[in-house]
């Protein structure tokens, strides 16, 4: 049984005359979907589990990540099949997602679906269009660890940054600063928490403390592979 996530996206409580405000509410299994050499194609299961139609639309983007921002570009990699539907209450769509790649680099590539609702032509009917953006990585014929490399950085914008120097991502949660003193110090939210392959993110945090370049700090996180703690000194 794959993995899903029920989603659900509210109406703003709108109510008039001839106005209604809808929820859509459906179920997307799996939440990540990984391809590679040895397995090209896969499958992706939305239900619509509310009371009303609604139409989608599947589009595949190049992921890539540039200084702490994602950056998502169109591209021919992936095939998707159908790319546009509707579904009926109750009912369910098989969307089938095709690699196009001839070959598979030596690190691990990133891809993002992003499904999105039509709204009909119903101007009866308020409705508010959602967006999920969805994991695909295609894997090389030999899978390599993801490699951290983790600094903290003083100046104008203190910041944790993370380098992944491996060939597969890496998900990082929890990710907080410990100073000599025993406080803690967590950073902004990241929009996601992924480190693509070969990718540097900046993690900024703002204190009252002046972070001094020697200062010896430890560096927590929530990795894949389980907890990490990290001894190291403030740069530069």
């Not at 540039?66 to 579904?87: H, V």
């Not at 703002?206 to 907890?227: Q, R, S």
């Amino acid at each position: 049984m794959f993995p899903y996530a029920c989603v659900l996206i509210l109406g703003l409580g709108l109510w008039a005359a001839s106005f209604a405000a809808h929820a859509s509410n459906f179920e997307i299994a799996p939440v990540v979907l990984e391809l590679g050499m040895n397995r090209s194609a896969g499958v992706i299961r939305i239900v619509n589990k509310d009371d009303h139609a609604i139409t989608l639309q599947v589009r595949g983007y190049e992921w890539t990540q540039l200084g702490n921002d994602d950056q998502l570009n169109s591209t021919e990699a992936l095939l998707i099949s159908p790319p546009m539907f509707n579904i009926q209450p109750g009912a369910a769509q098989v969307i089938r997602v095709v690699s196009r790649q001839p070959q598979v680099s030596s690190s691990e590539l990133a891809y993002r679906l992003l499904i999105d609702e039509i709204p009909d032509s119903d101007q009866t009917t308020v409705k508010f269009k959602f967006r999920i953006s969805m994991p695909v990585f295609l894997q090389p014929e030999k899978k390599q660890a993801p490699k951290i490399d983790w600094r903290v950085e003083s100046g104008n914008k203190q910041a944790i940054v993370v380098q992944n120097l491996g060939g597969q991502r890496t998900k990082l949660l929890n990710i907080s600063l410990g100073l000599p003193d025993g406080r803690r110090v967590a950073p902004k939210a990241a929009a996601n928490p992924y480190a693509l392959a070969g990718a540097k993110r900046r993690y900024e945090f703002e204190t009252d403390i002046a972070l001094k370049a020697g200062l010896p700090v430890k560096i927590y996180a929530i990795a894949d592979t389980g907890p990490v703690e990290v001894e190291t000194t403030v740069m530069p």
